[in-house]
């Protein structure tokens, strides 16, 4: 079937010679702070408390906060927050994280406060509470358990914990970083990543030339698309520009349209649609990379990664809006964050053999998403570290000269190191 399907080539560079790192990253483990753990749960602990008794005091009516049914009354029936509110097909309201955030960007405050005792619950169950309950009592450490083949994309999947979606967007959630420390005073963690890869990989793949060439530059990517988005000059950007910009680029690799765009900013549909209009009118590169790529996949009935891991779409003609709509999206994305996936497990491999050869005693002991995390003797990490760059920007060269760039840090934790 690898013959057939013609992915041998994924298979036998990316996937089959990466099973050896994997083993030795599990079998190492890495070190946990359960006192930093004790005393942040305590705290975090509090902090729900708090968001609690400020919601009961703003609802005026003591409920059960973590009933979806009750959350939903006392929002649309009691307090009328929104008059349109839609209701599941059991007849309660909907109270999911989405509909949530659009009532927060509305101003209302008791909205505020329950986001923030979800938050916290859910920081506090699936991780500060949970990561002592894993550690290895042979070995003192976590050992995560990495799966090649759960991710259509080619992304590696963790498994208790699962690293993969330790929250990194908010305050709350990157603090849970510092739990993960050296093995001992002669260790320091160090942290390496890609530098905004999928945007390099789209600027690569679709050969856009105002893309490509920002990239050459060494431009901040944002910036400069604000600036030929806005028409102005680089210097004049501003924080919110740039914000815009940034917005942009992500959400058109992921296919969103001015619907979505004018929700995720809060800006109005009018105003969005112009944006990416000129958004495309700057990088028509990239509306053509769309384009083929879905045309592709119609013919096809799969789309691939430059080293030709494929992703099967069989709803890519269906007659269903929706359905086809969302396996569009897939079209156009698969091949950038697989392409993404494939380099970092390429570069995983690079540096595990650079490592050996080296003589280092050093160990690789994480990868999440574009990030490779290392204990590393302290005596060894100047050594270490051009090693563990060098690695990451040569393990896949990307056409039309888009550079690679990583970038590695450390510190006495993984929040210190990145």
């Given at each position: 079937m690898l013959k057939k399907k013609d992915v041998e080539r994924v298979f036998n560079e990316v996937e089959s010679p990466l099973v050896k790192v994997l083993t030795a990253m599990e079998f190492e483990g890495v070190n946990v702070d359960v006192n930093f753990l004790k005393e942040y749960s305590i705290e975090l602990e509090k902090e729900a408390d708090r968001a609690e008794k400020n919601v009961y005091k703003k609802a005026g009516v003591h409920f059960n906060l973590a009933s979806p049914k009750q959350l939903g009354e006392v929002l649309f029936d009691k307090l009328q927050l929104d008059p349109a509110a839609k209701k599941t097909k059991t007849g309660q309201y909907q109270t999911g994280e989405d509909v949530l955030l659009k009532l927060a960007a509305k101003g209302h405050e008791i909205v505020d406060d329950i986001l923030t005792y979800r938050q916290l619950s859910k920081l506090k169950s699936t991780y500060i509470d949970a990561l002592p309950e894993l550690i290895n009592p042979k070995t003192g450490r976590v050992h995560t358990t990495y799966g090649q083949a759960i991710a259509v994309t080619g992304r590696l999947a963790s498994n208790n914990p699962n690293l993969q979606n330790i929250p990194v967007r908010t305050e709350r959630g990157r603090e849970i970083r510092k739990a993960f420390i050296p093995r001992d005073k002669n260790h320091v963690l160090l942290s390496a990543d890609y530098s905004q890869i999928e945007l390099r990989i789209v600027a690569a793949i679709s050969g856009d030339a105002n893309m490509c060439q920002a990239f050459k530059e060494g431009k901040d990517i944002h910036t400069a698309t604000a600036a030929r988005v806005y028409n102005i000059a680089e210097s004049d950007v501003t924080k919110e520009m740039r914000y815009k910009a940034k917005s942009v680029n992500f959400g058109i690799i992921y296919g969103q349209g001015a619907f979505g765009l004018a929700d995720n900013l809060g800006i109005s549909r009018s105003e969005a649609k112009e944006i990416i209009a000129n958004y495309k009118r700057e990088f028509p590169g990239i509306q053509q990379y769309m384009d083929d790529t879905i045309?592709?996949?119609?013919?096809?009935?799969?789309v691939e990664t430059l080293l030709g891991r494929k992703r099967w779409l069989r709803d890519i003609n269906s007659s269903n809006f929706t359905v086809r709509g969302f396996a569009e999206r897939n079209a156009i994305n698969?091949?950038?964050?697989?392409?993404?996936?494939?380099?970092?497990?390429?570069?995983m491999q690079k540096v595990y053999r650079a490592i050996q050869e080296a003589g280092l005693k050093s160990k690789m002991i994480l990868q999440v998403h574009d990030e490779l995390i290392f204990d590393a003797l302290k005596s060894e990490a100047a050594v270490l570290k051009p090693l563990i760059i060098s690695s990451m920007q040569e393990a896949l060269n990307l056409p039309n000269d888009v550079p690679v760039i990583a970038e590695c840090g450390q510190g006495d934790n993984w929040l210190e190191a990145h």
């Open positions: 045309r592709f996949a119609k013919e096809k009935g799969y698969s091949p950038i964050q697989g392409t993404a996936a494939d380099m970092i497990k390429l570069a």
